[in-house]
């Protein structure tokens, strides 16, 4: 079933009857995050992307690949703090907590957000993003989103690789509220739209 987007909440694309805005976190960061969202997955009510920047006021979206609105690269670069593209490339850093202690405060994390191939085809395509220390996740384990199928377990959604590498960055307990977060989206999401029920069940 597909919903119209005059059905739909504009803050977290759910379905109105299902919204969960009023039931997220805000989480204060020092990290400034920014997200750059492929077209295919704006205003999609499983997408992730959208609830991790209403969760997180120092966090700021940028559309790419829509005809009517231009990707702001100017913008994204004028963000203040050292910059960390996240993406697990084979020659990526790995995040973990010597490394993320040793680059001077404020970080900026920046997250491309889309499918894999679309997410890879972001850095390639946009040459000023090659100049930004690209840095990748420690293994963590198997994803909780169950919203959509991955094509490998160690594939996280585009909210718990922020979750994760924040928790690199800052400590647990952002981590731990931004899971939170995804559990509020995949539980009311996932409840009422049984075509997202988990294979393993």
């Not at 009857?17 to 969202?37: F, N």
């Not at 001077?104 to 920046?110: D, E």
């Not at 191939?117 to 850095?123: D, F, G, L, T, W």
């Not at 490998?152 to 585009?158: M, V």
Request: proline share 8%; aromatic share 6%; glycine share 4%.
């Amino acid at each position: 079933m597909r919903f119209t987007p005059e059905k739909c909440c504009p803050r977290c694309h759910a379905p109105r009857a299902l919204c969960y805005c009023a039931l997220l976190p805000v989480i204060d960061s020092d990290t400034r995050v920014s997200i750059i969202v492929h077209r295919s997955e704006f205003c999609r009510a499983t997408a992730t992307a959208n609830t991790a920047h209403l969760c997180l006021p120092n966090s700021r979206v940028f559309p790419y690949g829509r005809a009517e609105e231009s990707f702001d690269m100017e913008a994204l670069l004028s963000i203040p703090g050292n910059a960390l593209y996240l993406f697990p490339e084979p020659y990526a850093e790995t995040l973990d907590v010597t490394l993320a202690t040793a680059i001077p405060r404020p970080i900026h994390l920046i997250v491309p957000d889309g499918s894999w191939a679309q997410a890879k085809r972001i850095h390639r395509r946009v040459p000023a993003l090659h100049a930004i220390r690209i840095v990748q996740l420690p293994p963590q384990g198997v994803s909780r989103y169950q919203l959509r199928y991955a094509h490998e377990e160690h594939q996280l959604c585009t909210l718990e690789a922020i979750a994760a590498a924040l928790g690199v960055i800052e400590g647990a307990a952002i981590q731990q509220g931004l899971q939170g977060a995804l559990e509020i989206q995949v539980e009311r999401m996932k409840g009422k739209r049984p075509r997202f029920t988990n294979r393993a069940e």
